[in-house]
């Protein structure tokens, strides 16, 4: 119980620093796929919340690893539970909607990389919290998604993890989002949940 309220103490204390940190989806990519996410590299603390704003075409905010740039980070990795938005028609700016990403105690100071199904293999990929001193940098996980040209081994996994395990996974979430039960959260769990409840 002690430790738990002291989460909640530290989470609270964050909460009034919290910032909304606005990434675009779906800028011109026709001449060049890497604009698809505008900021590309985030940096975001505990208590932020990162808000992928869906404004054009038909896009995924989706979270991969780094070996694996195109592929949702729960099928190269089944104990991550990523965030993913499915695929987000905006049109021509006619149906804008959010995917938001809490920045948790789970997940705080992890690096969580991400793609866009219909550009991945053309560069369009992101990141929050990248160490550019380490090898793993935005410019190679971008370099690599161009070299594996969106993997389509794995076509249609986008939607798939989004309607399937990962759902399932955040619909047990639900009931220990706080409290001393979040300690058996694994990583990112929180965020399918948080993405789902606010989309739209
Ligand atoms: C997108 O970029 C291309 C190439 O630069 C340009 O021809 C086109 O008009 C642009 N479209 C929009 C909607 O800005
Ligand atoms: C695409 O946009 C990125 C980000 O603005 C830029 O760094 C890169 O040079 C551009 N690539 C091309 C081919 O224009
Ligand atoms: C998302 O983009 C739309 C269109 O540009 C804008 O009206 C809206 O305020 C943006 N939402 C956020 C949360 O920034
Ligand atoms: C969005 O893109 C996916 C994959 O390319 C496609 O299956 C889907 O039909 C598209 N959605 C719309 C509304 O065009
Ligand atoms: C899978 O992710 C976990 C962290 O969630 C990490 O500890 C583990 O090493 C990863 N496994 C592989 C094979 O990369
Ligand atoms: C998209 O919307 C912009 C601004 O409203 C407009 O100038 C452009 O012609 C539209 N493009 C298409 C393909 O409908
Ligand atoms: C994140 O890293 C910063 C700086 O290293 C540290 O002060 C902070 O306690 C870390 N936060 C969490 C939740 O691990
Ligand atoms: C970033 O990576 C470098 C090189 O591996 C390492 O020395 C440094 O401690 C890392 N920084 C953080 C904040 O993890
Ligand atoms: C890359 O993938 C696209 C879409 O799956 C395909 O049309 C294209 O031929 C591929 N390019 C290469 C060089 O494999």
Known sequence: MRA????????????ASA???VVTV????TSNASLVFQPQRITAYLGDTVIFNFTQGNHTATQAVFSEPCIPAHDANIT??????????????????????????????TTMWFYDYNTCGQGGVGVINSNESSYETLEGFERNAIRLNGTGAH?????????????SHSAT?????SG???QVVAGVLPLVLAGLALAL
């Open 173 to 177: 979430q639900s009931s220990s989002s």
């Open 19 to 21: 910032r909304d940190i």
């Open 80 to 109: 991550i539970n990523g965030f993913n938005s499915d695929f987000r028609n905006a049109g021509n700016g006619t149906a804008v909607t959010i995917l938001s990403v809490p920045i948790l105690p789970e997940n705080a100071n």
């Open 26 to 29: 779906g800028g011109n990519t």
């Open 180 to 182: 001393a039960e979040r």
């Open 155 to 167: 076509s249609s996994s986008a939607s798939r993890t989004a309607t399937g395990s990962a759902a």
């Open 4 to 15: 738990a309220s002291i989460a909640v103490a530290a989470l609270t204390a964050a909460v």
